[in-house]
């Protein structure tokens, strides 16, 4: 293996992390290339993330991250029916615009300060439902994602029923997306972590399921309240039948233990004709709505409402 550093100012340090960035790139296949070279474009990326990571407190403080919702809609009745919605950050930054998530999110992850991005958007998320229950009387659960770091913390289950408490919401209103990762990561601590916020009430959805490695064992006595089918398995179904039987397997998975599936990524009306078929119970995807704001989620509260008249 070759590698080659560009930047002759760099100190060692420096340059044992870009060696590092630059084989990270280089494929384990063997008939894949071994050089790397750390070029301009790594470094500009090296650079974007530095300025992201080094914006965050100003970013806390200026509430420059916002949360958006997408909806979610259970299909098991002829009509599709709103029935909760994930709530997704978004960093407005003042130089780069509309940062997606996935730019920043590793990144926090990596250096430890998840926890606070994390803990911001439930705040946010619990104090918007305690408005939207103000103003229509009546509101949606919504799904908040907790990352893997936040199970090794040891106030979560306190910091969520605080929060909850604060918004005089209940913890049945408070779904929390888990990834499968999570779960095989450290499957004693993930099971201990999800009984404890059950028991609180909290309802527990296994997020980007199929991604992870979870065995069939494993998943029998895991405690959760529903999966939520990673987005890779939707994208083909309706071109490809052995993606159809993956999901359709996944399905019958979901019925042996009882949960609900939720699939999300779902954007044409092929997709969700064939998971409706399937037996698929919710929904969440640009075929019905992207991620919107408060406001127009609140309107479709308020539609969804009138319509149950
Ligand atoms: P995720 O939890 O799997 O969230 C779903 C992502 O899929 C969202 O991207 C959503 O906008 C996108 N999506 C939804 N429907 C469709 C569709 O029909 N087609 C396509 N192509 N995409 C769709 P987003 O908002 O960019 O979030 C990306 C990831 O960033 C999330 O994946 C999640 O892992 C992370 N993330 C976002 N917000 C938060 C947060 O508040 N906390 C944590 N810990 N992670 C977050
Ligand atoms: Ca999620
Ligand atoms: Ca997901």
Same mark, same amino acid.
């Given at each position: 293996?070759?590698?080659?550093?560009?930047?002759?100012?760099?100190?060692?340090?420096?340059?044992?992390?870009?060696?590092?960035?630059?084989?990270?790139?280089?494929?384990?296949?063997?008939?894949?290339?071994?050089?790397?070279?750390?070029?301009?474009?790594?470094?500009?990326?090296?650079?974007?993330?530095?300025?992201? $990571?080094? !914006?965050?407190?100003?970013?806390?403080?200026?509430?420059?991250?916002?949360?958006?919702?997408?909806?979610? #809609?259970?299909?098991?009745? !002829?009509?599709?029916?709103?029935?909760?919605?994930?709530?997704?950050?978004?960093?407005?930054?003042?130089?780069?615009?509309?940062?997606?998530?996935? &730019? /920043?999110?590793?990144? /926090?992850?990596?250096?430890?300060?998840?926890?606070?991005?994390?803990?911001?958007?439930?705040?946010?998320?619990?104090?918007? $439902?305690?408005?939207?229950?103000?103003? #229509?009387?009546?509101?949606?659960?919504?799904?908040?994602?907790?990352?893997?770091? !936040?199970?090794?913390?040891?106030?979560?289950?306190?910091?969520?029923?605080?929060?909850?408490?604060?918004?005089?919401?209940?913890?049945?209103?408070?779904?929390?997306?888990?990834?499968?990762?999570?779960?095989?990561?450290?499957?004693?601590?993930?099971?201990?972590?999800?009984?404890?916020?059950?028991?609180?009430?909290?309802?527990?959805?296994?997020?980007?399921?199929?991604?992870?490695?979870?065995?069939?064992?494993?998943?029998?006595?895991?405690?959760? !309240?529903?999966?939520?089918?990673?987005?890779?398995?939707?994208?083909?179904?309706?071109?490809?039948?052995?993606?159809?039987?993956?999901?359709?397997?996944?399905?019958?998975?979901?019925?042996?233990?009882?949960?609900?599936?939720?699939?999300?990524?779902?954007?044409?009306?092929?997709?969700?004709?064939?998971?409706?078929?399937?037996?698929?119970?919710?929904?969440?995807?640009?075929?019905?709505?992207?991620?919107?704001?408060?406001?127009?989620?609140?309107?479709?509260?308020?539609? &969804?409402?009138?319509?149950?008249?």
């Amino acid at each position: 293996m070759c590698i080659r550093i560009f930047y002759r100012s760099a100190n060692l340090e420096q340059r044992f992390d870009r060696a590092t960035a630059a084989s990270n790139t280089i494929s384990k296949n063997i008939h894949s290339p071994h050089i790397a070279v750390y070029d301009n474009q790594m470094h500009e990326k090296e650079l974007y993330e530095a300025r992201l $990571l080094g !914006d965050m407190d100003k970013a806390l403080e200026e509430h420059q991250f916002m949360v958006v919702f997408q909806p979610k #809609y259970d299909i098991t009745t !002829d009509t599709p029916r709103l029935c909760s919605a994930e709530v997704l950050i978004r960093w407005k930054h003042p130089e780069f615009g509309f940062v997606r998530p996935d &730019s /920043f999110m590793p990144l /926090f992850e990596e250096n430890g300060r998840i926890k606070e991005l994390d803990r911001y958007v439930w705040r946010e998320a619990a104090k918007q $439902l305690k408005r939207w229950k103000d103003l #229509y009387g009546t509101a949606v659960p919504i799904s908040v994602n907790v990352s893997r770091v !936040d199970i090794y913390d040891p106030d979560l289950v306190d910091y969520l029923k605080q929060i909850i408490a604060e918004n005089n919401i209940s913890a049945s209103e408070l779904h929390l997306e888990i990834t499968e990762t999570a779960y095989t990561d450290s499957v004693t601590q993930i099971k201990g972590v999800v009984e404890g916020l059950r028991n609180e009430g909290f309802m527990v959805e296994m997020d980007d399921f199929g991604k992870g490695y979870s065995s069939l064992n494993m998943l029998t006595s895991l405690p959760i !309240d529903a999966l939520k089918l990673d987005m890779a398995f939707i994208t083909d179904i309706a071109e490809n039948n052995k993606e159809m039987s993956m999901v359709e397997f996944v399905l019958e998975i979901a019925r042996f233990l009882g949960v609900p599936v939720i699939a999300e990524g779902v954007e044409s009306a092929s997709q969700y004709l064939l998971l409706k078929k399937a037996g698929c119970d919710i929904i969440q995807g640009y075929y019905f709505s992207k991620p919107v704001s408060a406001t127009e989620f609140g309107h479709l509260i308020e539609k &969804s409402r009138m319509a149950a008249r």
